[in-house]
């Protein structure tokens, strides 16, 4: 291990012009903002539950919102143009800080703009406009051509309708004293109030009341509560990964979200489709772990929302011939399935109900709250338990999971994929245990099904699946994977055999999506420093991109498949999960559910 440094390691300052086209991400878990080298116009937002149906799939998408800092500054010559020089993110507040100069006319004088996203009041965000002349500024807000509808009414707000007829609500307001011009605004989806455009209003005037400068200390204040939760990196060339991954993880979710976050956080998707703002595993699987350490009441946020859609969970079951419970593969707002149907055959692809029912037993046991274990754990967990008690057939070999798509989505489906049938066992066992806990008894038939599902394992090694050959299909990490995060119980003998044999095999598939942060620890574990090394350098900092150190969907090796897009959840949480892993003597952070 190493020293950790006092502050968290923010990325190096840019200067204009950067060789990225990246821009910077701003959120506090309900605004999403997109910045690039003006930070005063032309940019794109993003809102927590805005949605509209996606123009060539039909399925569920996120909206577009106008940005809410479009201001025009006007000076003696008339409109002042903005003339970035350099742009440093201060991870440390996710205050961004541009400065540069203001031209007007002929006239260049020097200046600094400071954006943020409010967490205290986390429908505000927040600018400041430093000059060395007195400007006027105007609020512009000129949304995309046919992107959407701006209405104002009487009051002063503002109702910004996306086709579909979903809206939210919009209240601005910028005070000029002097050569300081400030402006806030209040974002509020009609997912939190029913009149959007009067609650923006009110929260704005609480806004307004409290001040941009302790608005500004407040979000200060509350980035220092989340950064004692800091995780030192297994390598000291590794913290300035860790520290952006938990930052732009924690920046992604707050305990007020409306909504658990996308794949891509709130980034809205000016590049890159974002995964239409879907719901997947990835957040209680690779993410969730990370927030019980970080902002548990953030993480109680997320889970609220896969409670909320247990009863169309439920309809999805009875629609493919099941009982319980079962989670689609893409998630929407109301819980429904939005998985376009260019991808059907992740339709197999059923671990997902697995992951969500095994985190929410992972935060009963962190919250140690009885009434959230009673009221939001069990009912998922026990809905689930009854999905697997339906889904398994009989057979020779025990109790099957057929027709299923591990975590490899590139492979056809086939029978007892070792991650879902892991994440069956330790689920059924756990639900009985947590039946009893709650005065209903154990389930003994649970326990007995959890003893005849079937684990592939071949010569003391755990494999994908029973008929998987090493040379015919490419590996997928489904049996890595079970070691650990899931951390399914099997003697130390098929621990080591299976990361001696399929670790190696494993390295061809870094720099692709899910698995990659997690093969440094799996090397640990295995004992091997140098491949340990290796694979930290290949899995976690080819993922870090310039300029402001987001976390991609894809490694350095990787982007000729997709341009590189970011800060993608999955990785956020791995990455800070496996560091805290390790840092806390090897003890998993995923504890096995029995």
Wanted: proline share 7%.
């Amino acid at each position: 291990m190493h020293d950790l440094p006092a502050s968290p390691i923010s990325p190096a300052t840019q200067r204009m012009p950067s060789s990225s086209g990246a821009l910077a991400y701003l959120s506090n878990g309900i605004v999403g903002l997109d910045l690039g080298w003006n930070p005063l116009v032309d940019h794109h937002a993003m809102v927590s539950t805005l949605r509209q149906a996606h123009a060539e799939s039909g399925v569920e998408a996120q909206g577009n919102c106008p940005y809410p800092l479009d201001v025009v500054l006007i000076g003696q010559d008339g409109p002042v143009t903005w003339h970035t020089h350099t742009q440093h993110y201060d991870f440390a507040c996710g205050e961004l800080v541009s400065e540069g100069e203001f031209r007007d006319g002929t006239d260049h004088f020097p200046g600094t703009i400071t954006t943020l996203c409010a967490r205290s009041q986390p429908t505000i965000v927040l600018q400041e406009i430093r000059t060395e002349r007195g400007l006027r500024a105007e609020f512009r807000c000129q949304p995309e051509p046919n992107a959407g509808t701006l209405t104002a009414n009487a009051l002063g707000g503002f109702r910004w309708t996306v086709p579909g007829g979903d809206y939210v609500g919009l209240a601005f307001h910028v005070r000029t004293a002097g050569t300081v011009i400030q402006q806030m605004t209040s974002v509020v989806p009609a997912s939190m109030s029913s009149g959007p455009e009067i609650q923006s209003i009110r929260l704005l005037s609480v806004a307004l009341d409290r001040g941009f400068e302790r608005l500004r200390r407040e979000n200060r204040q509350a980035w220092d509560e989340i950064w004692q939760h800091r995780v030192e990196a297994p390598y000291e060339d590794g913290q300035p990964a860790v520290d952006a991954a938990f930052f732009y993880l924690n920046s992604s979710i707050h305990s007020s979200s409306p909504h658990a976050t996308g794949l891509l956080g709130l980034n809205p998707p000016t590049r890159y489709h974002n995964f239409w703002g879907h719901l997947f595993w990835d957040l209680e699987v690779h993410a969730l772990p990370a927030l019980l350490h970080s902002q548990p009441h953030a993480a109680r946020a997320l889970l609220e929302t896969r409670f909320r859609g247990l009863e169309a969970a439920r309809r999805n079951a009875a629609m493919n011939g099941y009982r319980g419970a079962q989670y689609p593969w893409e998630g929407g707002i109301t819980g429904e399935e939005q998985l376009p149907t260019t991808y059907l055959q992740n339709m197999h692809e059923q671990h997902v109900s697995l992951g969500i029912a095994l985190g929410f037993l992972r935060a009963a046991e962190a919250f140690d709250d009885p009434v959230f274990t009673r009221e939001r754990a069990w009912p998922v967990v026990h809905a689930v338990a009854e999905w697997v008690t339906s889904r398994v057939t009989e057979t020779t070999s025990g109790a099957s999971i057929c027709d299923t798509i591990g975590i490899d989505e590139a492979l056809h489906h086939h029978d007892d994929g070792v991650w879902t049938n892991a994440s069956a066992i330790l689920l059924l066992r756990a639900a009985s245990q947590l039946r009893a806990n709650c005065g209903y008894g154990p389930e003994p038939a649970w326990e007995s099904l959890a003893d005849r599902i079937v684990i592939p394992i071949r010569d003391h090694c755990l494999i994908p699946f029973p008929t998987w050959e090493p040379n015919t299909i490419p590996l997928c990490p489904d049996p890595l994977m079970a070691i650990f995060p899931l951390n399914f119980p099997v003697s130390e003998q098929v621990r080591q055999t299976s990361l001696a044999t399929l670790l190696p095999l494993a390295q061809a598939t870094i720099g692709m999506p899910m698995h990659s942060p997690y093969h440094w620890r799996w090397a640990k574990m295995l004992g091997d420093e140098a491949l340990a090394r290796h694979t930290f350098e290949r899995g976690v900092l080819d993922f870090v991109f310039a300029p402001f150190n987001q976390i991609s969907e894809f490694g350095a090796s990787q982007t000729q498949v997709l341009t590189r897009s970011g800060p993608y959840m999955a990785h956020c949480g791995a990455i800070v999960a496996t560091s805290l892993d390790y840092a806390r003597n090897r003890q998993s952070v995923l504890p096995p559910c029995n």
